[in-house]
């Protein structure tokens, strides 16, 4: 807080306060797009995961507050293995965490450089998730989870 606000002499009981009310207009504002919901009906019953480089109990705050958290089964954290994405021991864990080789296993990211590279250099099927639907590293490549089931079969 005190970085954003350039005041290094902002006292700690000041920089919690701030934090404190960031977080709150934070989590109030946090929706997921219109397109996710309808997309995990979809895939209802099959394995789905989580592989997130944010802090556990923040990202299940958010799939707790969208009512998304009911759909995964599997959720793995940097700080359960010790590093994020882009490591391959992030994806390795979720692959081993769901119980499926990662040839078998399917990775949907928004990021070209935290996702779709290292997904698809582990043999995954790496889909990048562009909502201009552009990729550089070509397809598979969807602009709306809407697509999503189509791709998969």
């Not at 002499?9 to 946090?30: G, N, W």
């Not at 359960?80 to 119980?99: M, N, T, W, Y």
């Not at 043999?123 to 998730?129: A, K, V």
Request: proline letters at 6%; charged letters at 25%.
């Amino acid at each position: 807080m005190r970085e954003v606000f350039a005041a290094p002499e902002m006292s700690d009981d000041e920089a919690d306060a701030r934090y404190r009310v960031f977080i709150r207009e934070y989590e109030a504002l946090t929706r997921p797009f219109d397109d996710a919901e309808p997309c995990l009906q979809r895939l209802a019953g099959q394995p789905l995961g989580i592989i997130s480089n944010g802090a556990r109990k923040q990202q299940i705050g958010k799939l707790q507050r969208a009512g998304l958290l009911k759909y995964f089964s599997v959720m793995v954290y940097s700080e359960d293995v010790g590093q994020g994405k882009p490591s391959h021991r992030i994806f390795l864990e979720a692959c081993r965490r769901a119980g499926d080789a990662y040839a078998q296993c399917v990775h949907i990211g928004d990021d070209l450089e935290a996702d779709v590279a290292p997904s698809r250099s582990l043999g995954m099927r790496g889909i990048h998730l562009s909502r201009t639907g552009e990729s550089p590293l070509g397809p598979p490549v969807i602009s709306t989870l809407n697509n999503l089931t189509e791709i998969l079969q």
